[in-house]
């Protein structure tokens, strides 16, 4: 697993590169500290993962991201940042990132990376319990004008409150052939690439 990495705090960078080539998987081809070099360096070494801090002078790392996913939609980044900011979080939620995690809890970096590269999204403990309260208000959910059946959203609805597969497929009393089949079709219908997005597509267009 290549593993990019960005940081404007060179030590940081540093440290990051250390630890994770202390593992018998993990390669960093190089360090970048901004967001320019983000993309520079991404287009020359493709990563299979961009691990990225956020604030960093001139362009920041949501702006570098945002770059990157245009020429490249199947890129992995994830985002390690001293922040749990709301704002944050919300844009590295609907530009697709495919996680965000905080310095803070550093044991979580590298089976982070892990689940990251082998296709799932994470983010940690804090920015998780912050989402429902950024995204979510009390207002009633509007399907009316979606081009899905009642069943594919009930099942967006179980997504965008955190429930996996399995705790879906035992609370519809389907199975979890059924509930990927759905999904798979949700995320068609919807043009989105992941439960993420579809979280996310939930609290700003039906339950904004």
Wanted: proline letters at 5%.
């Amino acid at each position: 697993m290549n593993v990019l990495i960005v940081d404007d705090d060179r030590l940081v960078g540093i440290s990051l590169k250390t630890i994770l080539e202390a593992e018998p998987d993990i390669s960093v081809p190089a360090l970048g500290g901004s967001g320019i070099q983000a993309i520079a360096l991404y287009k020359e070494h493709r990563p299979d993962i961009l691990l990225m801090d956020i604030r960093m002078e001139g362009m920041n790392g949501l702006d570098a991201a945002t770059k990157i996913l245009d020429f490249d939609p199947l890129a992995k980044i994830l985002f390690l940042t001293t922040f749990a900011d709301d704002e944050y979080i919300i844009r590295a939620l609907r530009l697709g990132a495919k996680g965000y995690i905080l310095k803070q809890d550093f044991e979580s970096i590298v089976p982070a990376l892990h689940a990251v590269y082998g296709g799932q999204n994470v983010f940690g403990s804090e920015v998780v319990k912050k989402i429902p309260d950024i995204l979510s208000s009390p207002k009633e959910p509007d399907t009316e004008t979606l081009p899905l059946n009642e069943k594919e959203v009930e099942i967006m609805t179980l997504v965008a409150k955190g429930l996996n597969n399995k705790e879906i497929a035992a609370a519809l009393f389907l199975s979890e052939g059924t509930v990927r089949n759905y999904l798979s079709t949700t995320l068609e219908k919807l043009d989105l690439r992941d439960r993420t997005q579809l979280a996310v597509f939930y609290y700003t267009h039906v339950h904004p």
